[in-house]
């Protein structure tokens, strides 16, 4: 069976992604952004998983004003990156996973989730930013990815409460699902940040840090998280953030944080970055009495991997 | 009819993109998504108010786009990231746009972002009714030392 073994929350910054295509990472500015995702990579290297899920929101490249769902899961096979202006992003063309994501899609609205089924889509820098973040920039994306879409744009995107509630229904569509598979959760956007409007360029650390800590600790506690407070604290777009909480919904109520980071600006934006591994990671153990010693050890060290990042990122 | 009442009126320099204001600024964001074709920035730049026509906007839109007023358009129902299509065709940054709209000058603008950006203290509230709530805060600290 399926599992979702950990959750990564990202950024997803479009001034990231344009840093990468004119290979600027090296700059002072952006190194600092970058370097920050070093052991992130090492992270995803050792843990390899089949599957990311993507949640993220659409920048009026797919979505204009024509057609807003709340939540469109992408079921197609492929998802190339979208022309957001400048020519599309130099990334790998997205790969899905019909299967499995039909199969979430079939479970989760008979949880009374009413998703938005999108048969055809190009991804923007929301999808793709944390994907290059998470995995550099390789030939060929190392996974399958099934993005979730998620209204952010117009006021009122979906509460942290559903959101939590829709991370849940998914992790238990996803174990229900026969194939071995080993499934990570990403929620991006964020962290603090105003793009529009008089304030621009608000950020607020102090919100977002105990966003991080509650994340991680007490995630039902963010799901209390009223709009209006994203708003005034975060920023009128920071109200992104509830994205965070399909990813945390689909994890175990008690998880390990292997890894942080944080920092501010990248553009008009506080960057921020959280590992959560569920404790058991059951798709690990499971794969291994079925697959023998080699995958067995290969699990060991993808966990001491993970061991190894938490305790420096707590030094 | 005048524009419903929200709470989130409330919080300074913030023009929410409700469904209200999507709604009303249909034509300056379906406009503004229209520039993502080369043909139609060209036909755009050519002649503003006659490509304008073809949307259905009302007399403030109209010269809210024809004026660069990024601020009145996202008051009139346009939002961010489709405005932000109307300042790349005029080969703006971002940066540029959020200058703008937030009245300072490039320079100081990216100045207030690197020393942290603009702090929300004294920036939650126009009526100063609302202060921040000490419960967002967590006492648990994940990381030690």
């Known amino acids: 069976m399926a599992n979702i073994i950990a959750g990564v929350a990202s950024s997803h910054v479009p001034a990231i992604g344009a840093a990468i295509d004119n290979k600027r990472t090296e700059e002072p500015y952006w190194k600092r952004v970058f370097s920050g995702f070093e052991r992130s990579k090492q992270w995803m290297a050792t843990t390899k998983p089949d599957v990311a899920i993507v949640v993220y929101n659409d920048h009026a490249s797919a979505f204009s004003v024509e057609l807003i769902p709340t939540f469109a899961l992408g079921c197609a096979a492929e998802f190339p990156p979208a022309d957001e202006g400048w020519g599309p992003r130099p990334v790998p063309v997205v790969k899905g996973h019909p299967a499995l994501a039909s199969h979430i899609a079939q479970s989760v609205i008979l949880d009374e989730f009413d998703l938005t089924i999108v048969n055809k889509m190009e991804v923007d820098h929301g999808l793709t930013v944390p994907l290059n973040l998470l995995f550099g920039s390789p030939r060929e994306w190392p996974c399958r990815v099934i993005p979730l879409a998620v209204n952010v744009v117009m006021y009122p995107p979906p509460t942290g409460h559903r959101c939590y509630m829709l991370g849940r229904a998914i992790r238990k569509a996803v174990e229900s699902y026969p194939e071995d598979l080993k499934v990570v959760m990403f929620g991006t956007g964020g962290m603090s940040h105003q793009i529009s409007g008089p304030r621009a360029g608000l950020i607020n650390s102090k919100f977002d840090k105990a966003f991080l800590d509650n994340l991680s600790k007490d995630p039902a506690k963010l799901t209390r998280i009223p709009h209006l407070e994203y708003m005034r604290e975060a920023g009128a777009e920071g109200i992104e953030m509830v994205m965070w909480l399909i990813m945390r919904g689909a994890l175990d109520a008690k998880v390990e944080e292997v890894y942080r980071f944080y920092t501010v600006p990248a553009s008009n934006t506080a960057v921020g970055h959280i590992i959560l591994e569920n404790r058991g990671r059951t798709a690990g153990k499971r794969a291994g009495a079925r697959k023998g010693g080699g995958e067995r050890r290969r699990q060991a060290v993808a966990r001491r991997g993970g061991e190894r990042i938490a305790s420096k990122a707590r030094r | ?80 990231y489709f405005t932000a299509k109307l300042g790349a065709t005029d080969g703006h940054s971002f940066q540029h746009l959020a200058a703008v709209m937030t009245g300072a000058t490039q320079e100081d603008y990216a100045k207030m972002m690197l020393a942290g950006g603009r702090s929300v203290e004294g920036n939650r509230s126009k009526s100063g009714r609302d202060k921040p709530k000490a419960k967002t805060r967590s006492k648990a600290r994940s990381r030690r030392g």
């Open chain 2, 1 to 80: 009819m005048p524009r419903t009442p929200q709470d989130y009126d409330d919080i300074p320099g913030t023009f929410v993109f409700d469904a209200e204001r999507s709604r009303e600024g249909y034509g300056i964001n379906m406009f503004c998504m229209s520039l993502m074709k080369d043909a139609n920035r060209k036909a755009f730049k050519a002649d503003e108010p006659e490509y304008l026509k073809r949307f259905p906007l009302t007399a403030e839109q109209r010269e809210a786009i024809l004026e660069r007023d990024y601020n009145r358009m996202l008051e009139l129902g346009g939002n961010i």
